[in-house]
């Protein structure tokens, strides 16, 4: 099974920026469908990017704009580019992916505080 491992997350300034990292234990590109999702206290978890194995992406519209996935084949890892970063978008961030009829695969997530 595929794992995933995320990195990048901290402590911003609001309006500041970060990029977290999503490093996959396979080749994960041809097959699968991957997004970055958060979860804040006492919320339920919220995707906020995907990126299918066409490189297709979508955003909601909270984020739409401000954040951009990305991801490198070569290197088997899918990143997400946050800028304009608020208060409401502390949370932790988990990388996911899921293939055509398989279970989704999550990482162990990262923590994202944007706070003065």
């Known amino acids: 099974q595929v794992q995933l491992v995320e990195s990048g997350g901290g402590l911003v300034l609001p309006g500041g920026s970060l990029r977290l990292s999503c490093a996959a234990s396979?080749?994960?590109?041809?097959?699968?469908?991957v997004g970055w999702y958060r979860q804040a206290p006492g919320m339920q978890r919220e995707p906020v990017a995907t990126?299918?194995?066409?490189?297709?992406?979508n955003y909601p519209d909270p984020v739409k704009g401000r954040f951009t996935i990305s991801r490198d084949i070569a290197k088997n890892t899918v990143y997400l580019q946050m800028n304009s970063l608020k208060p409401e978008d502390t949370a932790v961030y988990y990388c996911?992916?899921?293939?055509?009829?398989?279970?989704?695969?999550w990482g162990q997530g990262t923590q994202v505080t944007v706070s003065a």
């Open positions: 396979t080749n994960i590109f041809s097959r699968y469908s």
């Open positions: 996911s992916a899921q293939a055509l009829f398989e279970a989704r695969v």
């Open positions: 990126i299918n194995a066409g490189g297709s992406t």
